[in-house]
């Protein structure tokens, strides 16, 4: 699958866009998608705009809906809520952006979270995808 990595953040990412590349060559998809990663201020305001909930976030999702764009949709990540994340699960950053940039794909693709099933499946479905790009949890 192709990905677009755009950073608004001004944090350095190389390795984080070398983790997610890796990452989604494990998924065959014949769309693209756009991954910008944005400071915990920009989400908080995305949040807040999209979803009128006033707190950031950790990751969110907009499909595309323009049938003629091979583009799946635009996923945004916070990279600071991605830090605060890690630190709080015991793993990696790479990996805490890892499993939000496929969270964030999933949702892209029509996944849901609102029963318990439909969290069983996603929950699954993250867990191949992370685990065939060895970003496995650490705890």
Do not use: C, W
């Not at 999209?50 to 707190?55: F, H, K, P, S, V």
């Not at 015991?90 to 890892?98: C, D, K, Q």
């Not at 693709?109 to 060895?134: C, F, P, R, T, V």
């Amino acid at each position: 699958m192709k990905i677009n990595i755009h950073n608004q953040s001004q944090q350095p990412i190389k390795e984080i866009s070398q983790v997610l590349k890796k990452l989604f060559k494990t998924v065959e998809d014949p769309f693209s998608m756009e991954i910008i990663i944005v400071t915990q201020e920009i989400i908080h305001q995305m949040n807040m705009t999209y979803r009128q909930i006033d707190r950031p976030t950790d990751v969110l999702s907009f499909v595309n809906d323009d049938k003629e764009i091979s583009s799946l949709g635009d996923i945004f990540i916070s990279l600071e809520q991605a830090n605060l994340q890690a630190k709080e699960y015991g793993h990696s950053l790479n990996r805490e952006v890892g499993f939000l940039a496929v969270h964030g794909y999933l949702h892209l693709k029509g996944y849901d979270h609102h029963s318990d099933e439909e969290e069983k499946e996603m929950i699954k479905a993250q867990e191949e995808i992370l685990n065939k790009a060895d970003l496995k949890r650490s705890i």
